[in-house]
């Protein structure tokens, strides 16, 4: 076990874990933050989206021993009650039907936007090609980034 200093939503963190335990379980199983979700373990789905000093990675993956000193972003350190133009437009889209995929895709979707400001559909398609949605919401997916673009 190694002790690791993790800032993480803008706060200071401090795990004593294995260096190749990834992220994804230094949050849900250490740090009771169960917002980001285990999907398939293979970064395959997108599911456990998290943001590595803005950019999307998948932290399934991504070993607590490879983030040094960047700051991670969970859905959780978006906003304090869910007013991220990206949550409020998901919420205006009704793009939630399990929910279950729903915080990668809008880590993905904040990533996206945080890079390009004004994306093309073509551009929306494949930032979000990845995140994979068991109830097929692209469709509204696609619409919510168009309209947190104009938020």
């Known amino acids: 076990m190694t002790i690791f200093n993790l800032k993480i939503n803008k706060k200071e963190y401090q795990v004593d874990v294995d260096p190749s335990t990834p992220v994804l379980w230094v949050l849900r199983d250490h740090l009771d933050l169960m917002g980001t979700k285990f999907g398939c373990g293979m970064a395959q789905c997108g599911a456990c989206t998290i943001h590595l000093d803005g950019k999307a990675v998948r932290s399934c993956i991504t070993f607590v021993d490879s983030v040094g000193d960047k700051e991670i972003t969970t859905i959780e350190g978006l906003s304090e009650n869910g007013e991220h133009?990206?949550?409020?437009?998901?919420?205006?889209?009704?793009?939630?039907?399990?929910?279950?995929?729903?915080?990668?895709?809008?880590?993905?979707?904040?990533?996206?936007?945080?890079?390009?400001?004004?994306?093309?559909?073509?551009?929306?398609?494949?930032?979000m090609n990845g995140n994979i949605c068991r109830c097929g919401t692209y469709t509204r997916i696609k619409a919510a980034i168009k309209t947190a673009v104009n938020s």
């Open 85 to 127: 133009p990206v949550q409020k437009a998901w919420l205006e889209h009704d793009v939630p039907q399990c929910g279950y995929c729903q915080s990668g895709q809008i880590m993905s979707a904040v990533a996206l936007l945080n890079e390009n400001p004004n994306p093309s559909d073509e551009e929306i398609e494949t930032a």
